[in-house]
T-cell receptor
Framework: AQKITQTQPGMFVQEKEAVTLDCTYD???????LFWYKQPSSGEMIFLIY??????QNATEGRYSLNFQKARKSANLVISASQLGDSAMYFC??????????FGAGTRLTVKP | NAGVMQNPRHLVRRRGQEARLRCSPM?????VYWYRQLPEEGLKFMVY????????ESGMPKERFSAEFPKEGPSILRIQQVVRGDSAAYFC?????????????FGEGSRLTVL
């Protein structure tokens, strides 16, 4: 069963604007972690942000914030003030206790100048 | 303070040959995960290993694929008798402990091309 769902195969955003990338997940565990990774065209996986299931506040890392809605099982990534260098694939992932990390299919973000 | 090291970064094989991909986890990490990424797709879990033990290989094809993480040396993902469908990026990740929900640290990937 698919555990991580990213419904936006591709997104466009104007430079300097904010963009939200959607992610929903499915788990029956109480303890889990949610992650966003960026994969530029060069191919490496770059960790962006982490949200623990028990964290009450939304995680923020610079221009990245994670809109965590536990009851809805959603963990959307918000990128503020988009830059051309933000153009990349973005993957949402979840790790349940002691297990491997499962990834969504990804969203390709294109920032327009 | 080296991160996860994978080699080779690029590997070309002809159908029927063997491919060996190596992964050295971050210093102090004893847990290794292998993922496969087909073009334009997300990462798919293959196998999770600790030193000298395979913990979960539920994502690995039953035939031609094997993985090990010996007491000494890197983890190795081995693909025998490669076929064109094996062409993909193979990522290794490591973590320091088990039972956690924290970050996995990824290598830069090994890109296998099967001719």
């Amino acid at each position: 069963a698919q555990k991580i769902t990213q419904t936006q195969p591709g997104m466009f955003v104007q430079e300097k604007e904010a963009v939200t990338l959607d992610c929903t997940y499915d788990t029956s565990d109480q303890s889990y972690g949610l992650f966003w990774y960026k994969q530029p065209s060069s191919g490496e996986m770059i960790f962006l942000i982490y949200q623990g299931s028990y964290d009450e506040q939304n995680a923020t890392e610079g221009r990245y914030s994670l809109n965590f809605q536990k009851a809805r099982k959603s963990a959307n990534l918000v990128i503020s003030a988009s830059q051309l260098g933000d153009s990349a694939m973005y993957f949402c992932a979840m790790r349940e206790g002691g297990n491997d990390m499962r990834f969504g299919a990804g969203t390709r973000l294109t920032v327009k100048p | 303070n080296a991160g996860v090291m994978q080699n080779p970064r690029h590997l070309v094989r002809r159908r029927g040959q063997e491919a060996r991909l190596r992964c050295s986890p971050m210093k102090g990490h004893s847990h290794v995960y292998w993922y496969r990424q087909l073009p334009e797709e997300g990462l798919k879990f293959m196998v999770y290993l600790q030193k000298e033990n395979i913990i979960d290989e539920s994502g690995m094809p039953k035939e031609r694929f094997s993985a090990e993480f010996p007491k000494e040396g890197p983890s190795i993902l081995r693909i025998q008798q490669v076929v064109r469908g094996d062409s993909a990026a193979y990522f290794c990740a490591s973590s320091p402990t088990t039972g956690g929900t924290g970050e996995l640290f990824f290598g830069e990937g090994s890109r296998l091309t099967v001719l």
